[in-house]
């Protein structure tokens, strides 16, 4: 079973990252841009193909150790 | 305009850090982890309107900095 986790800062989380990718957008000429953030991705492949137990096994990888939970939210989307 | 872009590492392409994950997803218990592999995501607030117009410039943005297409893949979804 194939899912895709997309993990975000959470709002108000300041993104250093983000704000350099929206300078370096600038000076390469792209003007208009409100915002950039920048996040992670992890596509998994699990042997599970119960549905509702892969979720609870992609959900429990992000509270240990994929998203640090205090700053960052994350998705997780199960794309069987 | 909101949109998020994907940059994920072409198939075939070594991704050291997804294997890293891979043990470290080990170690923590979890088990029937067929494959990880990471990427990137990009949440860019634009003030382009029209979605056409919106397509091209956010595909630009990523032939010029934000995916590096001799090794990563890039896909770009308009939220609206």
Known sequence: ?????????????LDPQGQ?????LGSLGFSGINSVR????????????DR??????????????LANTVIEDYRVRIMG
């Open 1 to 13: 079973m194939q899912a895709r986790i997309t993990v975000t800062l959470k709002n108000g989380v």
């Open 20 to 24: 350099a990718i929206e300078g370096a």
């Open 38 to 49: 920048q996040g992670k991705t992890f596509e998994i492949e699990l042997e599970e193909t």
């Open 52 to 65: 509702d137990k892969a979720q609870k096994i992609l959900n429990d990888m992000c509270e240990k150790l």
